[in-house]
């Protein structure tokens, strides 16, 4: 395996999870009896660039085609989109926004709200239409250099280029940044929202290391690979989104100024935090162990007193969470999940069944599994009625939670 960014050799481990199949390949009732491509689950660092890594076993193709995520069902996410539609057009007033992985167009429908021209580039098909489907021109293409400038010709420069939420699942990192580097202005801005390794690691967050997810940044190692591309980091915003996110504002190498003291400040709390070499990674892989055995040793218990335990969600992250421990319908009868495309569905390896979230309130369990923890305060709100009948809520990162709610 060769580092994807620098191309060293010299790659460490990190934490090996074992082999799962991808995360967002949910099994059709047909599908269940047959048999699943699994791939090994290994991130691994770059002692030379210090960029965290997985082996690029699968490609974008496989998942992205036809994919079962759509940004929308998050309330909070459309929230954070809008918050920070209004906040880039208070700063630059842009007159052509371009997103790359637009998704449904959860982002690009408040810039339409607000009269600006925008394009989106979403590879896959289904999410794509529903796009359209709101009235978000959006290109059916994954980016590359050369569908960057293509997009350019057409279209012209954008004074704003967004891209969140893709930047980790890219495999070809610098021709990705290459493309967005074509799409944008020599004058305009680029937007990437990532999660943070800083707090994947200090809040072992290890169930969002899936397949689609190539790389892990830190903002020392998303310098560097915005730099193979052309891009000079100016400026980073730390945002709570997915447990933990950095929001990295980019300009061209040639235009760009010298980065703020926000970048300056947050380099220097990953040297402290170790980041910066391999000290900062040496204790990980033990404190994922005993985030599975604490989350199993409570469901064995909880079954063998006779009581339920179902499941909220159905998101990528989750089917880390189930594989890596384990866990089968014996354990977690079942989850729910706001997404119809998913209903009747399985998860992934751990063929748990996927139901509408109504089941819950109909069968009244006494726990409730939050698989995307990351959404904490939402779901919280959201399923607070699990409290009528005595119900408690159940969180298994950064270290097993049990919640009561208040209906």
Partial sequence: MNCRLCGSTNLA???????????ELFLSAEAVDE?????PLHLKLCTECLLAQLPPLITPEETFTEY?????????????????????????????VVEVASNDGYLLQHVVAGGIRCLGIEPSVNVGEAARDKGVPTLTAFLSPETGQAVRDEHGPA???????????????????????????DDGWVSIEVQHLLTLIELNQYDTIYHEHFQYYTVASAQRALASGGLS???????????????LLAQPAESA????????????????????????????????????????????????????VVGYGAPGKGNTLLNHCGIRPDLLQYTVDRNPYKHGRYTPGTRIPILPPEQIAVDKPDYVLVLPWNLRTELTAQLSYVGEWGGKLVFPIPHLEIVEVKP
């Fill in 13 to 23: 481990s990190v934490v090996d999870l074992g082999a799962t199949p991808p995360c």
């Fill in 35 to 39: 048999p699943e491509m699994t791939y």
């Fill in 68 to 96: 079962a995520y759509f940004s929308s069902y998050s309330d909070s996410w459309v929230r954070h989109a809008k918050d920070f539609v209004d906040a880039q057009v208070a700063r630059i007033d842009p007159k052509f």
């Fill in 159 to 185: 004074d704003l280029v967004v891209a969140n939420n893709v930047y980790a699942h890219i495999p070809d990192v610098v021709g990705f940044t290459q493309g967005l580097r074509a799409l944008v202005a």
């Fill in 233 to 247: 980091l100016v400026d980073v915003e730390l945002v709570p989104t997915h447990g933990g996110s950095i929001r």
């Fill in 257 to 308: 100024p010298e980065p703020t003291r926000r970048v300056l400040d947050v380099l220097s709390r990953e040297k402290a935090a170790g980041l910066h070499e391999l000290t900062g990674y040496a204790e990980f892989a033990q404190r994922v162990a005993k985030v599975r055995r604490d989350l199993l040793r409570f469901l064995v218990d909880t079954v063998d007193e006779g009581r339920t």
